[in-house]
């Protein structure tokens, strides 16, 4: 099994910036692609951006600009600067993290609990 722990959400205003990180923790694993994902209230759950093992990222049109995605492959941990914040850009933000499990030889996709963000106008 795999973890993650996403820290990092808060309140701030527009204009702002917030920096999400997102850890993995487990044993005999090694993650391959790790991305964030928001879901705003009434709304289904949208890609962000996302990060391969080597480092080839991916953004939505939302957030291109704005947003950088980044990993530190050595700490299992990706991380989502977020500036230029706006009000629409308020979300439960999640961490997604695909993993191959060394004791089953399998890949799994995992979830983290959430961290909110919530961008004042």
């Known amino acids: 099994q795999v973890q993650l722990v996403e820290s990092g959400g808060g309140l701030v205003q527009a204009g702002g910036s917030l920096r999400l990180s997102c850890a993995a923790s487990?044993?005999?694993?090694?993650?391959?692609?790790m991305g964030w994902y928001r879901q705003a209230p009434g709304k289904q759950r949208e890609l962000v951006a996302d990060?391969?093992?080597?480092?080839?990222?991916n953004y939505a049109d939302s957030v291109k600009g704005r947003f950088t995605i980044s990993r530190d492959n050595a700490k299992n941990t990706v991380y989502l600067q977020m500036n230029s914040l706006k009000p629409e850009d308020t979300a439960v933000y999640y961490c997604?993290?695909?993993?191959?499990?060394?004791?089953?030889?399998?890949?799994?996709?995992?979830w983290g609990q959430g961290t909110q963000v919530t961008v004042s106008s």
């Open positions: 997604n993290a695909d993993a191959f499990l060394l004791k089953t030889g399998a890949s799994y996709n995992y």
């Open positions: 990060i391969t093992s080597g480092g080839s990222t």
């Open positions: 487990g044993s005999l694993f090694s993650i391959n692609a």
